[in-house]
């Protein structure tokens, strides 16, 4: 295995699953970066004051503060930092919000090192294409589920209850997402 050469750009790994960070600061580091790992927003913060980096990776949900807040931190300390968003909780709206706050793009977990350094150069507004058709109903209820979900700290049945909905039917729509979420 051959080293990069020159001096490893600096990236910041933000998630709080451990064994994740650990084989993603592995991966990254043999693509030539130089990997700090926090596994909160509250811990990444002063990290990225004391230094910024030029690149970042920051999971959408962990305990704390959510990662869009790092995003927004990130961004407004250093305009020119490319970061990935990464989420299990897919949605059209986080997408947005995280787009808006100053992510470079926004994967899906399960996401490898390669499909990450493959986000870093990505332009923003690149690849947006303008829908013909508005967005359908069961998409904007799915996503809205999802959000209410997660403000419930992904609990089933706080989220049943505050939508008024049985339990059993929400696992169902759980269960089965939109056509164009498959």
Not at 120 to 129: E, I, K, L, Y
Not at 133 to 161: G, K, Y
Request: glycine share 4%; charged share 25%.
């Amino acid at each position: 295995m051959t080293e990069p050469q020159g001096e490893f750009a600096s990236l910041l790994l933000v998630d709080d699953d451990v064994t994740f960070c650990k084989v993603l600061k592995h991966a990254l580091a043999k693509r030539g970066f130089s990997v700090v790992v926090a596994h909160s927003v509250e811990e990444a913060i002063p990290l990225a004051e004391a230094n910024p980096p030029e690149f970042a990776v920051v999971d959408l949900k962990m305990g704390g503060a959510p990662g869009l807040v790092l995003v927004e931190t990130l961004h407004r300390l250093d305009p020119n930092t490319r970061i990935v968003m990464l989420t299990g909780y897919a949605s059209i709206a986080t997408a947005v919000e995280a787009i808006k706050l100053g992510a470079t793009q926004y994967l899906a977990k399960p996401a490898n090192a390669d499909e990450i350094v493959a986000a870093f150069g990505h332009t923003a507004n690149s690849d947006v294409r303008i829908k013909a058709q508005p967005t359908q109903i069961e998409n904007l209820e799915w996503e809205h589920i999802q959000r209410v979900l997660r403000e419930h700290d992904d609990n089933v049945s706080a989220t049943a209850r505050a939508l008024n909905m049985h339990r059993r039917t929400l696992q169902r729509k759980l269960a089965k997402p939109p056509s164009c979420l498959e």
